[in-house]
């Protein structure tokens, strides 16, 4: 896979792309990054990114001329019968981000990542440059560079072969619809605090069995709005018809008012 970030500041990222899960893809040669510098593609003395708003307004807006020209001199060589590359712009007001887009967007060989100004951009990117509009949560930060990371690290470790089968992406939270479940090293009893019984058994099957159940419970107890959407059996919808749920998330955040 290949991962094209532009970005008015390139240097945010040079730390991060060397370090854990992408220093990993790097290595293996599985995956490449490129970063570039908006302000590049400026032909002003003074490399100038972003303009008045027309009609008024505070703030600056990202200029239509240097984005359109960065992307298209990275997209350059794209291979005529490859799929159509996502161009991704991350926004606050954008699809939220999840584990099945995480999916969508990693079959593709090739992406870029437009990270968005914070002060917002000229609507013709948006419009006739971006084919998807992320955001990473409901919350406002200060550029689009951190959320450009998050999407990155989603989606490079799903390439296969960045994790190792032990740490396989099968078996994360959200991967099935389910929260995942508490897990445990050595030793077996820290300060008296035991580890469950049953995962020292050896009983594989009842391992998997109480490891399911824990996930439907933490799922239930804290994000029942994805429960609503999981597959269960007919035997886990008892379970959990027979819970004593928390209430909905309105009524938590109307209580913490
Ligand atoms: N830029 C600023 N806030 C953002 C968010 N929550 N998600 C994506 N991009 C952003």
């Not at 593609?41 to 807006?61: E, K, P, S």
């Amino acid at each position: 896979m290949r991962i094209d970030i532009l970005t008015l500041f390139p240097q945010f990222f040079h730390t991060p792309l060397q370090n854990a899960i992408f220093r990993r893809a790097k290595d293996k040669d599985l995956v490449s990054f490129n970063v570039y510098n908006i302000r590049d593609y400026t032909h002003d003395r003074h490399h100038v990114v972003d303009d008045y708003t027309f009609g008024g307004g505070a703030g600056m807006l990202l200029k239509p001329e240097p984005v359109f020209e960065a992307l298209e001199d990275v997209l350059k060589d794209r291979l005529e019968d490859e799929l159509p590359i996502p161009v991704i712009l991350t926004t606050p007001q954008g699809q939220t981000f999840s584990q099945p887009l995480a999916y969508q967007l990693a079959q593709h060989k090739r992406i870029a990542i437009l990270c968005g100004h914070y002060e917002g951009i000229d609507d013709r990117i948006r419009e006739h440059l971006v084919t998807h509009e992320i955001s990473i949560g409901d919350y406002v930060l200060s550029g689009g560079e951190l959320p450009a990371l998050v999407i990155a690290d989603a989606l490079v470790r799903l390439v296969p072969g960045v994790l190792g089968s032990e740490d396989s992406p099968v078996t994360d939270s959200h991967s099935d619809g389910l929260l995942e479940y508490p897990q445990f090293t050595r030793p077996a009893d820290f300060r008296g605090w035991k580890v469950p019984e049953i995962l020292l058994s050896g009983n594989h099957a009842k391992i998997a069995a109480w490891r399911r159940e824990q996930s439907i419970l933490k799922t239930a107890s804290r994000r029942p709005d994805l429960l609503a959407k999981t597959s269960l059996t007919a035997e886990e919808k008892k379970f959990v018809s027979g819970l004593a749920l928390p209430q909905a998330d309105a009524d938590v955040n109307e209580q913490s008012k």
